[in-house]
């Protein structure tokens, strides 16, 4: 398994810009595909982002247009960069990982997770 440590989260106003970070131990980042979930009090966990280690992204209808997904090998790091962000965007903000795998928005294929960071929007 690999070890995830999110970072850059916090309160933030409607339309404004946020980037979280997700920094990866372990030698295997290359050959992972990795992505971004939430989960919003009272609701159910669900995807948000994926990147492949190729670099191929993936988008949730809700968040498309607006969020950004990349990453840095030399940095074993990915990034989330948020865009005109609404309330609705609240939630807490996990990162996982999945080792040799195809680009997926299930969780359930994900066998590393970080510990999640709390994203807020409001006035």
């Known amino acids: 398994q690999v070890e995830l440590v999110e970072s850059g989260g916090g309160l933030v106003q409607p339309g404004n810009s946020l980037r979280l970070s997700c920094t990866a131990s372990g030698q295997t980042f290359r050959r992972s595909s990795m992505a971004w979930f939430r989960q919003a009090p009272g609701k159910e966990r669900e995807f948000v982002s994926a990147?492949?280690?190729?670099?191929?992204?993936y988008f949730a209808d809700s968040v498309k247009g607006r969020f950004g997904i990349s990453r840095d090998s030399s940095e074993n790091t990915i990034f989330l960069q948020m865009n005109d962000l609404k309330p609705e965007d609240t939630a807490v903000y996990y990162c996982a990982a999945v080792l040799l795998s195809p680009l997926t928005n299930k969780g359930a294929d994900f066998g590393s997770w970080g510990q999640g960071i709390q994203v807020t929007v409001s006035s």
């Open positions: 990147i492949s280690g190729g670099g191929t992204t």
